[in-house]
């Protein structure tokens, strides 16, 4: 694995509102829902940046904003040199080609109408000026690539299983060569012993062609596998991003600590002994978020300060960043 | 669901509860008669602005004229006047004075029964020629815009310009009560037919009282809902008893009316008019709900005639009406005589009555309908007009064909008429007798009728379109002048009197002969002028098709004696339920 | 969707046997279910048969259409009479007519075979017309939401609110109007020779387009806005493909299932309205049989003939069985909750 | 909820504004006018009913002060009193202390002198009202269970038999059906009256007949079943289809699995839920049948709102046009609305703000 510090993709204070109207006659904008509200991260070239949250907490927003599948609120997004929220229709189709998506549920996910070797191959139709035979012998690559039987390519997807189908997606996602992909939590829809073949294969993809993921997940202990580092969301802000050793050993987030201690130890003996964080009350809305730390109304240790101010994410560690004031 | 279970049995329920409380008829009073009227509301029963048939009919039988009209000869009788004195004047206008029975009062309907109605004093109301007045000023008022304002206005003195607000004064019309019983008119011509006019619809007498309201408010104006039940009034020899809009009308027998000759005290006691389709009309007669079906259904004329007892209440009667194709004569091919005249000549009117129409219609040879007064007849002029005559017919065309230098199959012609079943038939049968006679294709076309009126009037008249005309007052002079002269009805003119579309023709000697037979005194050399004028119009200049004179098909349950009008308005007072 | 069959091959050899398997994609499967349907089967044999008829009619018709025999009026064929007893005491009899003559003596058997041309241009006319808008104007509303779908489908409400029956009087009074007030080389004018063209049956036409694809368009735009969301949608924004493509590619493929169902299921309603449009005397110039034209004529005298009304009636009647057993039929097959039922 | 039905209602003019406006300028443009006739009146006379009926003023003046007419409430001292003229007949008014508040005059027929459209709307359309509710109730009441039956044994012969006779009630018209049910029932066998309409206005609440006997539902028979028979078809069919589909979802195969039995499910699990496709056609049906259906009135000679439809725009009686055009689309946006509403209660996961 190639370990440069060439930092890849960077976010800064990213921002997704989605506007709510309301209005008897003449529809006005009387509010939004703050999926995302100014997050800034980096990922470095050949990682595995993991990001973490429950959900409706605006992480797989996070990605789609990322690959201008949402047009940002504000913020900006960018990609090898190329700021992405400027970029004009062409320039974007480009910019597509190096940056992919797996998606989460495998079912909706392929056109059922499509052979499986047309939506592997589609991307490159869309992006190439390749012949069909090119196109076909490609095709037959990649899914030989991704474990399927390249003679399956004329069938449909709803021949396959959810395992076989994720592994359709990942083709697909592979067809152009990308230097980077969003996973969008793509096995939490599989069966648990499918997940891990999954698993294993974008663990070995990206060491093949040395990609770069961002891989979304709504627990931790998916992402301790196959992440470098780690960020933590809360209802659209990062609240703790650190290394995977670091975070998971030491968190300093209050959330983290929470969602830590829900986390299942294999070992008997430390999960008698694991103390849990039991977090009282439900997520607040996106619609109306709380002031100051938008944990507040969930943290164990809040007080005034938490309500007034909003925390600085800040470097508490090398590497290891925190948005608490009581840290 | 089960809620909408709920609500389905609460409805039943309630409406069980409803008819307990809906008590059981009254007994039917023992003459009654149920007919009935086309289906559509009657769009009025007010005499001043009527002008379809059905609402004539009521009015005719509630109210009544100075004069009356013979419901089968169409002779002049003694209505509200009992007799005129016809002056004519030098400067060539005519004064008649018409003497007025005063024994005809005013009644209504309370609810019950049939009452006379008083005035302030108490007393009972009587016709007078005032209330007649009143009518014809209700009729040439401006503000009522009455369609049939022109009927008067072509020959009451005055009246035109005060229709057309030209004169604000009434005094100026030609009409003036002398006193209660005396009514003098003064017409502007002294044509033979003014008798007739005023005795028609739009000079019935019409209760001023109920319209403006008097006895300083204790009859309140009903305006123009005078017509309604509630409201109305009348003196003929019904009178209004319900009107269901839209649904039927009942007229209940005036037993004030004092009866005369021509008009007798009804033997009926009441008459229901039933708005319905005709294939409605049969089956309600049919299932035995009706004692007369006003129009039979020509296609139920096979079935009736075969069935013994259908059959024997089947009556056909002649009916003052004329089915035409008239001819745009400035219209391209049809702007030759020659091709008109075939085009007359090859339509079998026999056969087409025979097979398609099935009324016993009587084939036409000319336009103004035998049984007019003034107009002539089959017996007097059998060869008078125009006939089935194919080879003569083939003959024009191709002598027309020869001169152009051209085939029949390449003549562009077209045919218009307005959309109906039966216009239809007549158009394809006589489509088809042109094209084996004369090998012209004809193409149909049909247009929406009030489309259709427009079109058959206007500078793009087509060169061939139906047409039909029924009197409004059974004179030759109501449609050989006021259909097919300069300005008539079907031939409309400019200012300088130059055809404008229609027939879109004009002819000096026929225009002179209709004057003259207006004015001529002389039954038999009127009918002799008209005679010479249908012959220029039906074979000289060939402006149209006559096709058939119409007859009217109904039928009368076998316990009811009644005569059969041809005007189209049935006299009921003339009727009788016998017992059975 | 949890029926899809698990194929998770497990060996080499699994792999084999599945690969001999015949596979079937999703048109295959619906035909097969399609085809199990009784009623569909046969309601698709009627439908074959009547565009054959219409199509050969000048072969089967033994007479021509508008061919009138005046003295064969009303002539029934004698074995009519048992039948219809009722016939009896007048019918004259003429077995040259197999179904008898109607009231000016045409063949009304021919006329039968000749009216199924309008009544199917109808039923391949309205969907393609509603099908054309419909699905254009719905797709167009429900993909790029917002405002845009929001004035179309307002636009959409208006149309739906306005009796079309009514429009299409409007219309046909207005185009079949003098001449004097369309000029040549006007689009009226040319609206008015394609009527004329068509004998009468463009307004036909147009009053079925009218409410046609007002329904669609709303349907359409359902689906659409439906499969919008779906991820493979996403997918596809993702890997760069154009707005053109992804509505071609991806929605439109995935809601013709029940667009087409719909449409096999609105051609009973289109020919009706074109009965009804006859029946008050807005239908097809004459001579031009429809079956429509041919009911409204004969329901005049159905006391006396009802052959003239009962037997288009009966074509009629079964041509809208044919399309409604087919369009059920087809909503069963292409159901994808139905798939692998059966 | 109540925010969502205010914005309808206000959206509902906004259509009726746009209605009104089409039909205007159409009817306008139609070759004929109202006092075209078949013996065509002298000039004179049709300038003097044109200036009646304020049709020689401009259109926009004409457009305008029907508008007024029809969606200004107006605000008198005077009582109500239509008698004098049919120019001034108002369909709402209500009396606050001495001030009458008055609304929706929507003009004089032209064609029935003395009768106002509101006229036509009070005694015709009850007519109407009823007749189209007795044929939904019978639409509903037959579509449903072969719906249901078919769904239940789909493929079956049951199946095709019950769609069969669901399906014939769509394919043979109103044009012939009508006369053979007046020629059996009416004619042969005087089992029922062959026309008419057993109730006449006044009515009852301004729309329930007054005589709910025996005799009304005589008349009702014949008419409510040939106009019901059609919708029955679509009905049974909705019905049908939508059942099929939720036979097959996992809750009824739960409810299945506890053990219930099978009417049960039917009725209280997949009845519920596979309402909502057949309540969506209700909404047009019922503005439909209640406007009024031109031949069925015509065949049974009952004096409904159809005949106007038709005839109005033959008759060019413009006031009528527009009057039963604009009524037509009231009807049909508030039958949607109801729609709406209705799916609220039959899916609570509907919510409207």
């Not at chain 1, 609240?239 to 995977?244: M, N």
């Not at chain 2, 169409?74 to 016809?86: F, H, I």
């Not at chain 2, 209700?138 to 607000?165: H, I, T, W």
């Not at chain 3, 006396?304 to 097959?333: E, H, K, V």
Request: charged share 20%; net charge neutral; with cysteine.
């Amino acid at each position: 694995m190639t370990d440069n510090n060439e930092v890849l993709l960077r976010v800064e204070n990213l921002k997704m509102h989605f506007p709510i109207f309301r209005g008897i006659v003449f529809q006005k904008q009387v509010g939004a829902v703050h999926a995302v509200d100014g997050i800034s991260f980096d990922v470095k070239r050949g990682e595995t940046l993991g990001l973490v949250g429950e959900s409706g907490c605006g992480k797989s927003t996070t990605g789609r904003a990322i690959l201008q599948l949402y047009k940002p609120t504000g913020g900006k997004v960018f990609f090898k040199d190329k700021e992405l929220t400027t970029l004009k229709r062409d320039e974007m189709r480009a910019v597509r080609r190096e940056m992919q998506m797996i998606f989460q549920d495998p079912y909706a996910s392929l056109n059922p109408r499509m052979t499986v070797g047309e939506i592997a191959g589609e991307p490159l139709i869309v992006h190439s000026a390749a012949s069909p035979k090119e196109i076909q012998e490609r095709v037959e690559q990649l899914l030989e690539l991704v474990g399927l039987n390249p003679r399956f390519a004329n069938r449909y997807p709803h021949e396959f299983s959810g395992g076989q189908r994720q592994r359709i997606g990942i083709a697909r996602a592979l067809a152009l060569q990308p230097s980077f992909i969003v996973c969008d939590e793509p096995i939490s829809a599989l069966d648990v012993s499918i997940q891990a073949q999954v698993v294993n294969l974008l663990d070995e993809l990206q060491d093949k062609f040395s990609l770069t993921y961002l891989f979304i997940a709504h627990d931790l202990s998916m992402v301790r596998h196959i992440s470098k580092r780690v960020a933590v969301m809360y209802l659209g802000v990062i609240v703790e991003l650190a290394d995977r050793e670091s975070l998971y050993l030491e968190p300093f987030h209050p959330y983290t600590q929470a969602l830590l201690s829900a986390v299942p130890i294999p070992d008997p003996f430390a999960e008698v002994n694991r103390t849990r964080v039991i977090l009282e009350g439900d997520v607040p809305s996106p619609v109306n978020p709380p002031s100051g730390c938008r944990f507040r109304t969930r943290c164990p240790i809040a007080d005034k300060v938490c309500a007034e101010s909003r925390p600085e994410f800040r470097e508490v560690k090398p590497g290891h960043f925190v948005a608490c004031h009581k840290v | 669901m089960r809620k909408m279970f709920i609500l389905l049995s609460l409805l039943v329920v309630f409406s069980m509860a409803l008819s307990a409380c809906g008590g059981a008829a009254a007994p039917a009073p023992s003459k009654v008669l149920t007919t009935n009227f086309l289906s559509g509301d009657v769009p009025t029963l007010d005499p001043a602005v009527a002008e379809d048939t059905s609402s004539i009919q009521i009015a005719q039988e509630t109210f009544g004229g100075v004069t009356h009209l013979n419901e089968v000869t169409n002779a002049v009788e003694p209505g509200l006047a009992t007799s005129w004195d016809v002056v004519d004047n030098a400067d060539g206008s005519q004064t008649i004075t018409f003497h007025l029975r005063n024994d005809v009062p005013w009644v209504r309907w309370n609810g019950t029964k049939v009452e006379k109605v008083q005035n302030c004093d108490g007393k009972d109301r009587m016709v007078t020629a005032g209330d007649i007045a009143y009518g014809i000023y209700r009729n040439q008022a401006p503000a009522n815009a009455s369609p049939y304002a022109y009927l008067l206005g072509f020959v009451l003195k005055g009246a035109s310009d005060f229709n057309n607000g030209k004169s604000t004064d009434f005094a100026s019309v030609g009409v003036k009560a002398v006193d209660d019983q005396t009514l003098e008119m003064i017409f502007m011509s002294q044509v033979t037919y003014n008798v007739q006019l005023a005795g028609l619809w739009v000079a019935y007498a019409q209760p001023k009282w109920v319209i403006e309201g008097d006895c300083s408010g204790k009859v309140v104006a009903a305006g123009e809902k005078w017509i309604e039940p509630a409201n109305f009034q009348g003196y003929g020899p019904f009178t209004l008893k319900e009107w269901v809009h839209d649904d039927y009308i009942s007229i209940v027998k005036n037993p004030f009316w004092p009866g005369s000759e021509a008009i007798p005290q009804p033997k009926l006691d009441e008459v229901v008019f039933k708005m319905l389709d005709e294939p409605a009309q049969l089956a309600e007669y049919e299932a035995g709900k009706a004692d007369h079906v006003s129009s039979v259904p020509q296609s139920d004329i096979d079935r009736i005639k075969a069935d013994p007892a259908l059959s024997k209440e089947f009556a056909i009667s002649p009916q003052l009406c004329t089915y035409y194709y008239g001819f745009n004569t400035k219209a391209s091919v049809v702007d030759d005589v020659r091709v008109r005249r075939a085009l007359s000549m090859a339509v079998d009117r026999q056969s087409l009555i025979d097979n398609v129409a099935k009324g016993e219609q009587e084939p036409a040879q000319w336009f103004a309908r035998p049984g007019l007064a003034g107009a002539p007849t089959i017996e007097t002029h059998p060869d008078l007009g125009i006939k089935y005559d194919p080879e003569a017919a083939k003959a024009e065309l191709k002598s027309y064909l020869d001169e152009k230098g051209v085939t029949a199959d390449s003549l562009e012609l077209t045919l218009l008429f307005n959309t109906s079943a039966g216009h239809q038939a007549i158009a394809e049968t006589i489509q088809q007798m042109w094209k084996d006679t004369l090998g012209v294709t004809v193409k149909l076309t049909n247009q929406e009728a009030a489309v259709f009126w427009d079109t058959i009037k206007g500078k793009d008249t087509p060169q061939i379109y139906r047409a039909g005309w029924c009197l409004d007052y059974p004179d030759a002079n109501n449609f050989v002048r006021e259909v097919l002269a300069v300005n008539g009805s079907q031939n409309p003119a400019d200012e300088k009197g130059e055809p404008t579309g229609g027939f879109n023709w004009k002819n000096e000697k026929f225009e002179e002969l209709v004057a003259k037979a207006a004015t001529e005194a002389d039954l038999a050399k009127r009918v002799e002028l008209y005679a010479q004028a249908e012959q220029i119009a039906m074979v000289d200049d060939v402006i149209m098709i006559p096709i058939y004179w119409y007859t009217n098909l109904d039928m009368t349950k076998p316990y009811v004696t009644r005569t059969y009008s041809s005007s189209g308005h049935e006299a009921f007072e003339k009727w009788d339920i016998l017992p059975h | 969707m949890a029926n899809t069959n698990e194929v998770e091959p497990k060996s080499v050899g699994a792999r084999d046997t599945l690969l001999t398997q015949k596979r079937e994609s999703l048109g295959q499967d619906a035909f097969r279910r399609l085809m199990r349907n009784h009623a569909a089967v046969v309601g698709g044999v009627i439908i074959i048969i009547l565009i054959l008829l219409a199509l050969l009619a000048p072969w089967i018709a033994i007479k021509p259409f508008s061919e009138q025999v005046l003295v064969d009026q009303n002539k029934v064929p004698k074995w009519l009479v048992s039948v219809f007893p009722s016939l009896e005491p007048y019918a004259v009899y003429s077995n040259d007519y197999p179904l008898g003559a109607d009231y000016v003596g045409r063949d009304l058997f021919s006329r039968i075979i000749y009216g199924s041309r309008v009544s199917l241009t109808v039923a391949l006319i309205g969907p393609l017309i509603s099908i054309i808008i419909g699905v254009i104007y719905g797709s167009i509303s429900g993909y790029f939401g917002g405002w845009v779908d929001n004035i179309m489908m307002r636009i959409v409400d208006v149309l739906y609110a306005f009796p079309s029956l009514l429009f299409i009087i409007l219309l046909m009074a207005f185009f079949r109007s003098p001449i004097s007030d369309i000029q040549p080389g006007t689009f009226a004018y040319s609206i008015k020779e394609l009527d004329e063209s068509l004998g009468g049956m463009f307004f036909i036409f147009i009053g079925i387009g009218l409410t046609a694809w007002e329904t669609m368009a709303r349907l359409t735009r359902g689906q659409v806005i439906s499969i919008r969301e779906k991820e493979f949608v996403e997918a596809a924004r993702t890997i760069g493909a154009s707005n053109a493509r992804i509505m071609f590619r991806h929605i439109l493929p995935n809601i013709v299932g029940p667009l087409v169902v719909a449409e096999t299921l609105a051609i009973p309603g289109y020919i009706s309205t074109e009965a009804f449009l006859s029946f008050i005397g807005l239908g097809v110039n004459p001579p031009t049989p429809s079956w429509g034209s041919m009911i409204a004529d004969g329901a005049k005298a159905i006391r006396t003939y009802p052959n003239q009304a009962i037997f288009p009636a009966l074509a009629l009647a079964i041509t809208m069985f044919a399309f409604n057993f087919l369009g059920d039929g087809l909503r069963d097959a292409l159901d994808p909750r139905l798939r692998g039922t059966q | 909820m109540g925010r969502f039905i205010v914005r309808r209602l206000l959206y509902m003019l906004a259509v009726i504004l746009v209605v009104s406006v089409i039909t205007f300028l159409l009817m306008h443009a139609v070759p004929g006018g109202p006092f075209t006739r078949e013996k065509s009146l002298p000039e004179e006379t049709i300038k003097i009913l044109e200036k009646r009926y304020h049709l020689d003023q401009p259109l926009y003046v004409q457009y305008t002060s029907y508008l007024y007419a029809v969606f200004i409430p107006h605000f008198t001292t005077t009582p109500p009193n239509a008698a004098l003229s049919s120019q001034d007949d108002f369909l709402l008014n209500v009396k606050i202390g001495s001030l009458w508040i008055r609304w929706m005059n929507f003009g004089p027929s032209y064609r029935s002198r003395g009768r106002t459209v509101n006229d036509i709307f009070r005694d015709n359309l009850p007519i109407s009202a009823q007749l189209g509710v007795m044929s939904l109730i019978i639409s509903i009441l037959i579509g449903m269970p072969l719906g249901v039956m078919a769904a239940l044994k789909q493929n079956t012969m049951l199946d095709y038999l019950g769609m069969g006779i669901a399906i014939l009630g769509v394919s043979v018209p109103v044009i012939v059906l009508g006369p053979i049910f007046v020629w059996v029932f009416g004619i042969t066998l005087k089992w029922l009256p062959p026309t008419g309409w057993a109730a006449k206005p006044p009515f009852f609440l301004g729309f329930l007949p007054s005589n709910l006997n025996w005799e009304f539902f005589q008349h009702a028979l014949m008419p409510s079943f040939a106009l019901g028979l059609g919708s029955s078809a679509v009905i049974a069919r909705l019905t049908r289809a939508s059942l099929l589909q939720t036979i097959r979802e996992d809750y009824i195969r739960t409810a299945r699995a506890k053990g219930l039995q099978e009417r049960v499910i039917i009725v209280r699990h997949a009845m519920k839920n596979s309402m909502i496709p057949v309540v969506t056609i209700l909404g047009p049906l019922f503005a439909a049948l209640v406007t009024g259906t031109f031949v069925t009135e015509l065949i049974f000679g009952i004096p409904g709102m159809g005949k106007y439809f038709v005839t109005s725009i033959t008759n060019r009686d413009y006031p009528v046009i527009m009057g039963t055009i604009l009524l037509y689309a009231v009807f049909l946006v508030l039958a949607n609305l109801i729609v709406d509403i209705m799916y609220a209660y039959l899916d609570p996961r509907i919510r409207y703000d």
